[in-house]
């Protein structure tokens, strides 16, 4: 028994001194003792390893025995270290910059650098590389870190000083802004296909929030011919071992170095043309499989980016086993400034633990990310044990700094002593942008509209009133649905007639239910293509009363979910008793060359006869769409599903219901549409498009308000929207027997003015339109469109014409939503 019992003490403390996780740390240096930042840190023959920080610390957990630990960075001679470890263990490093021999170069006969016969071999791999790996899951850790580096005091009338002292920043007004640290599960799987766990989620200053760091964000990949990223580009950029690379890139060959038993290729990339959309830096060959061992890149203003002033991009990749390579670690880095205010700052992602045969669950990849409610609730020891990347000394106060800061602000009384100051009442506020109370601790917020908006004019009811606000409440806390409640009201002074209107909106399950009810003086095209506020310039300024108007005093009531995936459904019933109206004032400002206004009917413009009689309308609506997507992302709030890669198909029905509640009308109409939105054709820009046919298979009895309208436009500017038309008149040629209704909209997103000096720093975007009408009485009316778009500002010159030849060009302000 005594043997017995040595035989298992050992054993147990065999096993715990194998199990128990050590810490390998140190500090990576260069030669002159000054730390690299972010080197890499793996176990030789394996994908798991660490980045060190910023300040070149790293730590890395390992069990106790015999490992060979690889040190690397870009642009430095790559350390092994033999290491034992039973205890924890301090294990600095100091890094050498790699030398580049240039001895044997072979230049052509044509003097061609060598770099371009390696970047052409590179160039044919780039496939191989991009499609030698089907799937692989992987673990991920990200930090992201900004700060600010400068600020004025203050800024448009707004306490600077004041609000940095309140978020940690020190009396300059400097300091960090953002620090977050996340751990995800990642999976992959061709074509595309990926689904991220977030596994833990740390934010200075917040112990609710979750963290911004997704993994699909940091994931890039050079081995494709261009980068998309959003709205950082405006303009993809060109991978320098793209196909089609040597028309954008020249390329230097700075050298070659050995390691284990590899050579090293080290290129500079130089784009052709400054304005190009391309990447600057270096990038690193391996000979033979001529894949990429790693690259520094930056891009700048000069390529057009937005929000900031440089970005640079580090990768480094280790090998998972003979034949396939994976990145080890991604950094970002960028710095930029506007008014006054200049920011820096970086993320990097760290990947381990590859698995390039896995097994994924059925259905895996419909949910693209999960954030479940507990992920950041791990506490300070927790992230001790876990985060592969050593916290540097700013970041630790930090971290203790807002922790204080963090339980403050979640308190009662401070969220309502910061409610109490937002929502002090001040006139010149509620002149420009309304009033708005808050109680967010209860999640209460009322709002009123700016008064600037409160007064409009048009011919029938002169100058009105119309002014209002709404309620709302958060009431489902899991899914984030709010109980809303909305009125307006209005006066005209001409016609003397009070309007007005409520609304509410209502989360039921998995149902959204709104009830409305008023009485309003509304356009008779039911797609709103003038405002309020251009209707009113042309009238009170021009003489001009585009805009026609009816009475409708309505109740409705509509239920809408999504049924299942990328299929929603919306149902809705409305009574309305309807209208027609005159003129009730010929006032402007001016009079130019005795100009009179047109009557309220469109067709009679000289006339002063209704439009239509008086009737009561019992209409049902119904409408489904399907686009084709089940991707979604699941927060502790609920689930938010993604825009599809693929178009949205819909089908709408409405049946005008005789006899019912007195109601006068008596039609079906059916509708089929599809519509995609930013169709990406690489480096020339997107396109979107709509489409949509209809027909009336009932049109026993029905009125001007119930026939197919169309989003027409003549007057300067107008709503650009996707199924807007430049020149087509508001009311004319709605229908009410059957349509089709096209449009094709392309931005070249620079890809033409980029190329011209000055003109390309405005970063203006090329549109193309064309747009489609046929009906019974306009055949084959087509537009064609071109013009330049600045943020949401377009300015576009169009040309009409029909079956009938006849041509009408004009030039058009939009703005683009």
Not at 267 to 277: G, H, L, S, V
Not at 350 to 378: C, H, Q, S, W
Request: glycine letters at 6%; hydrophobic letters at 35%; one cysteine or more.
């Amino acid at each position: 028994m005594k043997l017995t019992f040595i035989s298992l003490f050992l054993f147990l403390f065999s096993f715990n001194a194998f199990s128990q996780q050590l810490t390998l740390s140190g500090k990576i240096t260069d030669g002159q003792n000054k730390p690299v930042p972010f080197a890499a840190i793996y176990i030789k023959n394996t994908t798991k390893g660490t980045s060190a920080n910023s300040d070149g610390e790293y730590s890395l957990q390992l069990s106790a025995g015999a490992y060979t630990i690889e040190y690397k960075a870009v642009g430095y001679k790559q350390e092994s270290r033999q290491i034992t470890i039973n205890a924890n263990k301090v294990v600095n490093v100091a890094l050498t910059i790699e030398t580049y021999q240039l001895q044997d170069v072979k230049i052509s006969s044509g003097g061609e650098d060598p770099a371009y016969a390696i970047i052409r071999k590179a160039i044919r791999k780039r496939k191989v590389h991009l499609d030698e790996v089907n799937a692989y899951k992987c673990d991920v850790y990200i930090k992201g870190l900004q700060k600010l580096l400068s600020a004025p005091k203050k800024f448009m009338g707004f306490d600077v000083q004041k609000a940095a002292r309140e978020n940690g920043l020190d009396s300059n007004r400097r300091g960090i802004i953002y620090l977050s640290e996340s751990e995800s599960k990642y999976s992959f799987m061709k074509p595309g296909k990926v689904h991220e766990e977030m596994i833990s989620s740390k934010v200075s200053g917040s112990n609710k929030a979750f963290s911004f760091n997704r993994v699909s964000d940091m994931d890039v990949n050079f081995y494709k011919n261009i980068q998309e990223w959003g709205g950082l580009t405006t303009r993809p950029v060109i991978s320098p071992t793209a196909d089609n690379a040597l028309f954008y890139y020249k390329y230097k060959w700075i050298g070659e170095s050995e390691e284990n038993g590899g050579t090293i290729d080290k290129i500079q990339i130089i784009p052709k043309r400054d304005y190009d959309a391309c990447f600057k830096g270096y990038i690193y060959i391996l000979e033979d499989g001529w894949r990429i061992y790693g690259l520094d890149f930056y891009i700048t203003k000069k390529q057009n980016i937005n929000f900031v002033d440089t970005l640079k991009i580090t990768e480094q990749f280790f090998p998972v086993n003979r034949a396939v390579w994976m990145p080890s670690t991604i950094k970002f880095e960028f710095t930029g400034g506007l008014f006054g205010f200049k920011f820096g700052g970086y993320y990097i992602s760290v990947y381990k633990d590859y698995d390039i045969n896995p097994t994924f669950a059925k259905n895996e990849f419909n949910e693209v990310l999960r954030i479940t409610k507990d992920v950041n609730k791990k506490d300070s020891a927790f992230w001790e044990n876990e985060r592969p990347v050593p916290l540097t000394g700013e970041e630790k106060t930090d971290y203790e700094k807002k922790a204080v800061l963090a339980k403050k602000r979640e308190s009662k009384p401070y969220l309502d002593s910061l409610d109490s100051v937002n929502n002090k009442f001040k006139p010149f506020n509620l002149l420009l942008s309304g009033y708005h109370h808050r109680d967010r601790y209860k999640h209460e917020y009322f709002n009123l509209d700016p008064l600037v908006n409160i007064i409009s004019f048009n011919t029938v009811q002169g100058f009105y009133l119309n002014y209002g606000g709404n309620y709302s409440k958060l009431v489902d806390t899991l899914n984030n649905k709010y109980l809303v409640i909305g009125a307006k009201t209005g006066y005209g002074f001409s016609d003397k007639t009070f309007t007005g209107s409520v609304n509410t909106s209502v989360p039921v399950h998995s149902f959204t239910l709104n009830f409305d009810a008023g009485s309003v003086v509304t356009d008779l095209n039911n797609t709103q293509p003038i405002s309020s506020f251009v209707n009113s310039k042309y009238s009170l300024f021009g003489k001009e009363n585009d805009e026609k108007f009816y009475q409708k005093q309505y109740i409705s009531a509509s239920a809408s979910k999504r049924i299942m995936g990328g299929w929603q459904a919306s149902a809705t019933a409305e009574w309305a008793d309807r209208r027609a109206l005159e003129n009730s004032t010929s006032y402007s400002f001016f009079d130019p060359g005795n100009r009179q206004y047109t009557s309220n009917d469109p067709f009679l413009p000289n006339e002063n006869v209704p439009l239509f009689p008086e009737n009561q309308a019992f209409t049902v609506t119904l409408r489904t769409t399907y686009d084709f997507s089940d991707k979604y992302e699941t927060y502790p709030s609920g689930k938010r599903y993604l825009p599809s890669p693929y178009p949205t198909i819909g089908l709408s029905y409405i049946k005008g219901v005789d006899g019912f509640l007195g109601s006068d009308v008596n039609y079906d109409q059916l509708q089929f549409d599809v519509t995609k939105s930013n169709i990406s054709l690489g480096v020339v820009g997107r396109t979107s498009f709509y489409v949509a046919a209809g027909k009336f298979l009932n049109n026993s009895q029905l009125y001007y308000p119930d026939y197919k309208q169309f989003a027409g436009n003549e007057l300067f500017p107008y709503k650009a929207n996707l199924d807007s038309f430049l020149l087509l008149n508001y009311y004319n040629f709605s229908t009410y027997t059957e349509y089709i209704d096209a449009h094709l909209e392309h931005d070249f997103s620079g890809f033409i003015l980029n190329k011209i000096p000055l003109i390309r720093k405005l970063k203006l975007h090329e549109i193309v339109d064309v747009n489609y009408l046929s009906t019974p009485t306009l055949k084959n009316y087509t537009e064609l469109g071109f013009g330049l778009q600045y943020l949401n500002f377009r300015l576009m010159y169009g040309t009409s014409f029909n079956s009938g030849s006849n041509i009408h060009s004009a030039l058009r302000l939009g703005l683009s939503f």
